[in-house]
Nanobody, 122 residues
Framework: VQLQASGGGLVQAGGSLRLSCAVS????????MGWFRQAPGKEREFVAA????????GYADSVKGRFTISRDNAKNTVYLQMNSLKPEDTAVYYC????????????????WGQGTLVTVSS
């Protein structure tokens, strides 16, 4: 299974970005998917997760109401729409796939993408 994240970049505070993560190698709908991030000098943290069907989603408190996770099983892609971005959202964002479905626990994810950098300027 390979995950390819894209869509990061430089944006001003208050702006928006949409991250994408394309998954290949196995049936995409088999996996629960998640987004995580790691800021410089900090631990990796959970951002959002979505179930196999997309019917269940979960968010970190820090992004709730601003970020939306979604998936298109026909396109083997999971998305993270990020609105009202803040400088503290600056991090490398990683997508991940879990064979056992929906989870917010990073240690439960089996496959990880390479990360895409999001920089939010003040």
């Amino acid at each position: 299974v390979q995950l390819q994240a894209s869509g990061g970049g430089l944006v001003q505070a208050g702006g928006s970005l949409r991250l994408s993560c394309a998954v290949s190698g196995r049936t995409f709908s088999y996996y629960g998917m998640g987004w995580f991030r790691q800021a410089p000098g900090k631990e990796r943290e959970f951002v959002a997760a979505i179930s196999r069907s997309g019917g269940t989603t979960g968010y970190a408190d820090s992004v709730k109401g601003r970020f939306t996770i979604s998936r298109d099983n026909a396109k083997n892609t999971v998305y993270l729409q990020m609105n009202s971005l803040k400088p503290e959202d600056t991090a490398v964002y990683y997508c991940a796939a879990n064979r056992n479905g929906y989870t917010v626990v990073s240690g439960s994810y089996d496959y990880w993408g390479q990360g895409t950098l999001v920089t939010v300027s003040s």
